[in-house]
């Protein structure tokens, strides 16, 4: 299967699952684009060597938009889009009690995939 970014080998982990999931992306804008769910990678960001290259060719994905919009790096975000992902859009892992790691296989549109978009 192929993925919308040109992964690093290894790619995503044996331990990534094709799933259906129903989670939240905190994005910037309300109506959500295309561009609010690239990765790092995907958007031309360079890796910064203490960060491991897979997971920055994922799109991050959580549980509870209210916990991630805590952080100091989402202060400004204003918006989530609720996401129900169906299985074969790609494969994900969870990292934490409310991150996931998301690779989004080529064949598949994020956008189709925004139930809504709501204010945190």
């Known amino acids: 299967m ?6 690093p ?5 044996s331990d990534a699952v094709d799933q ?3 989670l939240y992306r905190l994005v910037p804008n309300n109506p959500a ?6 990765s790092y990678l995907g958007g ?4 910064p060597s203490h960060i491991d290259p897979c997971r920055w060719a994922s799109c991050s994905l959580v549980v509870d938009p209210a916990k991630q919009k805590r952080l100091p790096k989402f202060k400004n975000y204003k918006w989530a889009a609720h996401l129900s992902i169906p299985q074969g859009a790609g494969k994900a892992k969870k990292t ?3 991150h996931y790691d998301f690779w989004c296989y080529s064949s598949f549109n994020m956008i ?3 139930v809504e978009i709501v204010g945190i």
Not at 2 to 7: E, G, N, T, W
Not at 9 to 13: F, G, I, Q
Not at 44 to 47: A, D, H, I, K, L
């Open 9 to 13: 080998p290894m790619c995503p982990p």
């Open 44 to 47: 031309g960001v360079e890796c």
């Open 112 to 114: 189709s995939s925004v």
């Open 20 to 22: 259906a999931l129903t």
């Open 2 to 7: 192929s993925y919308v970014d040109s992964l």
């Open 96 to 98: 934490s009690g409310n």
């Open 33 to 38: 684009i295309p561009a609010n769910f690239a």
